[in-house]
T-cell receptor, first 116, second 113 residues
Framework: GAVVSQHPSRVICKSGTSVKIECRSL??????MFWYRQFPKQSLMLMAT?????????EQGVEKDKFLINHASLTLSTLTVTSAHPEDSSFYIC????????????FGPGTRLTVT | QQQVKQSPQSLIVQKGGISIINCAYENTAFDYFPWYQQFPGKGPALLIA?????SEKKEGRFTISFNKSAKQFSLHIMDSQPGDSATYFCAASMRSNDYKLSFGAGTTVTVRA
């Protein structure tokens, strides 16, 4: 199967600090990775699309200076929430395409971020 | 603006019954329609998907029905089991938009034993 992992699974940070979330494709190379945010009892909202070696493409309304995305290799993408505030508390989920010709996206287990 | 509309918001079904979730879309450029299952605190898992050149796809107890002219598709869960209790999301994507998924609002299914 296609396995995507995320680390950490849960993180609590103080307001004003930054936190980094890692997304890894464990058994395949992912040319494209996606980052989503999900608030309680709501749907997934796409934040950005990242392609290996290039700048991420952010969806309308997502602050690119606040949510820094780096796709340094074909198996790793990171999301850094800078100067986090309580309203950034959410469930962050990444997904990856197995290759550039397929539609199937495989999702990670998610990271619960709580900002106090 | 949600590109994929999903209903109902929630449903309760008895064990052994059929759960039916409906989705509708507007953009005819969508060419891939997956369904995801999500348990609380977990990431979504791909359940089943269909392309618009097929009207129905069945995998085990899960069936997608697709009506291209009506721009609607639905998920049927046959012989529903308590372990099927989860939130289900329909979605749509297109190759020309980097395969980005547009998700429906989700349906919480509760299967009573």
């Amino acid at each position: 199967g296609a396995v995507v992992s995320q680390h950490p699974s849960r993180v609590i940070c103080k307001s004003g600090t930054s936190v980094k979330i890692e997304c890894r494709s464990l058994d395949f190379q992912a040319t494209t990775m996606f980052w989503y945010r999900q608030f309680p009892k709501q749907s997934l909202m796409l934040m950005a699309t990242s392609n290996e070696g290039s700048k991420a493409t952010y969806e309308q309304g997502v602050e690119k200076d606040k949510f820094l995305i780096n796709h340094a290799s074909l198996t790793l993408s990171t999301l850094t929430v800078t100067s986090a505030h309580p309203e950034d508390s959410s469930f962050y989920i990444c997904s990856a395409n197995r290759d550039s010709r397929t539609y199937e996206q495989y999702f990670g287990p998610g990271t619960r971020l709580t900002v106090t | 603006q949600q590109q994929v509309k999903q209903s109902p918001q929630s449903l309760i079904v008895q064990k052994g019954g059929i759960s039916i979730i409906n989705c509708a879309y507007e953009n005819t450029a969508f060419d891939y329609f997956p369904w995801y299952q999500q348990f609380p605190g977990k990431g979504p898992a791909l359940l089943i998907a269909i392309r618009p050149d097929v009207s129905e796809k069945k995998e085990g107890r899960f069936t997608i029905s697709f009506n291209k002219s009506a721009k609607q598709f639905s998920l049927h869960i046959m012989d529903s089991q308590p372990g099927d209790s989860a939130t289900y999301f329909c979605a749509a994507s297109m190759r020309s938009n980097d395969y980005k998924l547009s998700f429906g609002a989700g349906t919480t299914v509760t299967v009573r034993a």
